[in-house]
């Protein structure tokens, strides 16, 4: 069977990106050919970096395109279970990578603190996620915990679930965190509600919560910066 011509290897080496990768380096690429290395092969009809461009002009960019469950980029006409999979583990090693401050946890002593550790992490969800971060004395993250994820709603986001880790953790203070996928920040009167509740629980238990952040696009807001703990 000959040989598609819509394969990369059948062009010149000096033009095939993962050669030009090797020789010059990474930043020589463009968005399509760095996506095509990680897509691997087309189809027999399309080059991995055609297919890459496609994505692109669908999405509009990288940043909307990182944002796509792995279901939904295989709803787009050549993109597997397999490719799909490998995009999206890509995109979430960039996110984690730019989360990372070092390699001990980190310590958060103000709410940009916070923002700039999740924000990278949390701003393309497509739904809200609520976490409550626990803190040891001197304000280091001992453990985060997933609460909801979907509408926030106070029967779902109950004290008994945020409040049991830290309790197991003899974590001295909880930080709350959730994101609007909206991109708007103002928080709700649910919001407002939850974190009421949550306080009153915490003051029981002897759990200081210090601050209830609310993550939106590339913006935070803290209800405690604000006077609304």
């Not at 990106?17 to 990680?38: C, D, N, T, V, W």
């Not at 597997?80 to 730019?98: D, H």
């Not at 940009?112 to 976490?131: C, G, I, Q, T, W």
């Not at 830290?166 to 609007?180: K, P, R, T």
Request: aromatic share 4%; with cysteine; proline share 4%.
């Amino acid at each position: 069977m000959a040989e598609s011509p819509y394969k990369i290897t059948r062009w010149p080496k000096k033009e095939r990106p993962r050669e030009r990768l090797l020789q010059h380096g990474p930043q020589h690429l463009s968005e399509a050919e760095l996506l095509g290395i990680l897509l691997g092969k087309g189809t027999r009809r399309k080059t991995a970096i055609d297919l890459a461009r496609e994505l692109l002009d669908q999405y509009e960019s990288l940043q909307n395109l990182s944002s796509r469950s792995p279901s939904e980029l295989t709803t787009v006409k050549g993109i597997g279970s397999a490719k799909a999979a490998t995009l999206s583990s890509a995109f979430e090693l960039v996110r984690r990578i730019q989360s990372e401050r070092s390699v001990s946890k980190p310590c958060f002593k103000r709410s940009s603190d916070v923002a700039n550790h999740y924000l990278p992490l949390m701003r393309d969800l497509r739904k809200e996620v609520f976490k409550v971060l626990l803190l040891n004395r001197v304000n280091r993250l001992i453990k985060e915990v997933i609460i909801s994820e979907g509408t926030l709603d106070a029967s779902i986001v109950h004290p008994r679930d945020v409040f049991r880790e830290a309790m197991l953790e003899s974590a001295s203070g909880v930080i709350l965190i959730h994101n609007h996928p909206s991109g708007n920040s103002n928080p709700s009167e649910e919001d407002l509600r939850i974190t009421k509740q949550l306080v009153e629980a915490g003051r029981l238990l002897g759990i200081k919560v210090y601050d209830h952040i609310i993550l939106a696009g590339e913006s935070h807001r803290s209800l405690a910066d604000e006077g609304l703990l």
